[in-house]
């Protein structure tokens, strides 16, 4: 991150507006004391983990592994382990679960791939994959003792999330019973930011390598949700994971064909 950025993310963490969501945020998380974080080592989840264990002093966090490597970046390892060796971070209890992820998925299905369900296999593999990862997460969170999810959504990404906060609000019971918060739901990107150059906190080099800018770049590999419009690879997004992460993006392409069709 280059000077002027951060000078900036400084001047914005000062301002009224951020310290008033920063306390929201603090008072929201000391509510759910039994809640575990799920992260995904993007920035938002970093952020979240961090402040969570800063409020709680001891924390729990759960990490969804997926078996195939290129399920995730390159750098998401380094950017864990420079999060959970800091100082700041020795009351957490981090635990990493096993998942199949949509590499498994797209083998299942067994067609090369897809970016909306559209067969009854698809349909199938679908709910296989979405089944498998709640319930072993849950399941985790479980054995840990934790009663629900801090979860890193921020309205500013997208309409859906947008939608989920206007209707369930930052804390709610999901049909399946699984308790849900999101302590940053109302943040924007450059909250975020702030937050991080405040902490001095990890992140992807996707976010500085982005032609996008950091504040809309994605942090993880995802090709079949992203809807009926295929929002990812008509914004470019997938264009930026060809060139920042080559070799795991290349892989994804060789093994699953019909992704092609996504990124042209």
């Given amino acids: 991150m280059k000077a002027i950025e951060k000078a900036a993310y400084l001047a914005h963490s000062k301002t009224k507006g951020y310290l008033n969501r920063l306390d929201r945020t603090r008072d929201l998380i000391s509510k759910h004391p039994g809640y575990c974080s799920s992260v995904s080592w993007g920035k938002d989840s970093v952020a979240m983990v961090h402040l969570a264990t800063q409020t709680l002093g001891e924390h729990r966090a759960i990490n969804a592994r997926y078996p195939n490597h290129n399920e995730r970046f390159r750098d998401m390892d380094e950017v864990r382990d420079a999060l959970l060796n800091r100082d700041d971070m020795r009351t957490i209890n981090y635990q990493e679960v096993d998942t199949p992820g949509e590499w498994e998925m797209y083998e299942r299905e067994g067609g090369g791939g897809f970016l909306t369900a559209e067969t009854k296999k698809q349909r199938e593999v679908c709910r296989w994959w979405k089944d498998n990862f709640v319930s072993n997460l849950e399941a985790a969170s479980l054995s840990m003792g934790a009663n629900g999810h801090f979860v890193g959504l921020c309205a500013e990404e997208s309409r859906g999330r947008r ?17 849900i918060a999101l302590p940053m739901g109302w943040w924007s990107a450059k909250d975020i930011w702030a937050y991080h150059v405040v902490n001095n906190l990890p992140s992807l080099i996707i976010y500085d390598l982005s032609a996008e800018g950091r504040c809309r770049a994605r942090s993880g590999f995802v090709f079949s949700t992203t809807g009926t419009e295929n929002t990812l690879p008509r914004h470019g997004v ?17 093994a699953f064909p019909r992704l092609i069709e996504g990124v042209l």
């Fill in 163 to 179: 939608m989920c906060l206007y209707v369930h609000g930052q804390s709610y019971e999901r049909a399946d019973g699984m308790k």
């Fill in 238 to 254: 997938w264009k930026e994971w060809e060139r920042i992460y080559p070799d795991e993006f290349n892989e994804w392409i060789a």
